[in-house]
């Protein structure tokens, strides 16, 4: 749409001042010049932004909503425009998705321990809802568990998690020597767990149980954890969810079937047409070199490349 700013401009003052006359002065117009810039813009927009037929100006549905972004817009430009002015214009704040397990105990704390040089929000969505944010550009970067297949979206590996069976503290030792052994366990399951459960199954048996009995299901995983402690059945988690609780002895790590590990990959994901976040860029590289097994990042003195996009399954 090829809209003229200045029509907006006219919109907001009109819609401001309640009245074409009173604008027009504001705007030091004429009031047809004023109206003429009013119905170009109702044209354009293919709706009625004013009810002209009462006596008193008032906004329609359609224009309260065009008011209210227009009200944001002219705050946040004049802002913006003051700040140039004088050197010190507000840094845009990274705004970050992240699945909840790896968003609460990996991603938060180091941004607690980094300083990244913009202000930045956090929330912790589903990963398909990742994926949604960053396409319709709610957010600047994401972090999923799983790539996602979209020519609008870079997608690049930042961390590696271990995938780990978790017990209550009285099931210290206890082996699963074979896959039919987990039918008698009950399990305490989260959002997403479908994922996480499959890949340790096929990762150390190569199929999933015939069946699985579940106890209680939860949300967030700390809800997991503590219902794990507290005796009421066993659950599969990312390593780094349940590090500070095996510490403390209130759960129990149970040993890999053969001493086999099985991983999983934290993949970083912004739109493929945006411009390079340089904050965003930052995270991604203090990910990736503070993490436990970090992966090969680009070294610091070649030219910084994009992510390429990737398959997934």
């Known amino acids: 749409m090829d809209l003229d700013p200045r029509y907006l401009q006219t919109f907001f003052v009109v819609s401001r001042e309640r009245g074409f006359s009173r604008a027009a002065t504001v ?9 003429y810039q009013v119905r ?7 709706t009625v932004l004013f009810d002209r037929t009462t006596r008193t100006l008032t906004l329609t549905d359609a224009g309260a909503k065009l008011h209210a972004l227009c009200e944001r817009f002219f705050d946040e430009f004049g802002r913006l425009a003051r700040g140039l002015r004088t050197g ?5 704040p990274l705004r970050i998705a992240s699945v909840s397990g790896f968003g609460r105990y990996v991603l938060y704390p180091l941004l607690a321990r980094q300083r990244l040089a913009a ?4 929330r912790f969505p589903t990963a398909e809802q990742v994926f949604e944010s960053l396409e319709d550009g709610a957010c600047d970067v994401g972090f999923v568990y799983l790539p996602h297949v979209s020519s ?7 961390w590696r998690e271990q995938l780990v069976l978790v017990g209550p503290p009285g099931a210290k030792g206890k082996t699963f020597p074979r896959l039919e052994a987990f039918e008698d366990l009950t399990f305490v399951t989260y959002d997403e767990c479908e994922y996480v459960f499959g890949k340790w199954f096929e990762g150390h048996y190569g199929r999933q149980p015939r069946s699985m009995r579940g106890t209680y299901h939860f949300e967030e995983l700390e809800e997991v954890v503590g219902t794990v402690a507290a005796g009421h059945g066993w659950s ?7 590090a500070q609780a095996a510490r403390q002895g209130t759960v129990v790590i149970a040993p890999a079937p053969g001493r086999k590990q099985v991983t999983n990959l934290i993949y970083s994901v912004q739109r493929a047409n945006a411009p390079e976040n340089p904050s965003a860029l ?8 503070e993490g436990e ?21």
């Open 88 to 92: 010190d214009a507000p840094a845009e």
């Open 236 to 242: 599969i988690l990312p390593d780094h969810c349940v």
């Open 293 to 313: 097994k970090p992966l090969t990042a680009a070294p610091r003195s070649q030219p910084r490349r994009r992510p390429t996009r990737r398959s997934a399954r």
């Open 40 to 46: 170009q813009l109702e044209e354009q927009l293919g």
């Open 282 to 289: 930052r995270l991604i590289d203090a990910l990736r070199t």
């Open 27 to 35: 705007l030091h117009r004429t009031q047809p010049a004023v109206s």
């Open 152 to 158: 609008r979206l870079l997608t690049a590996p930042v």
């Open 119 to 122: 202000p930045y929000s956090l």
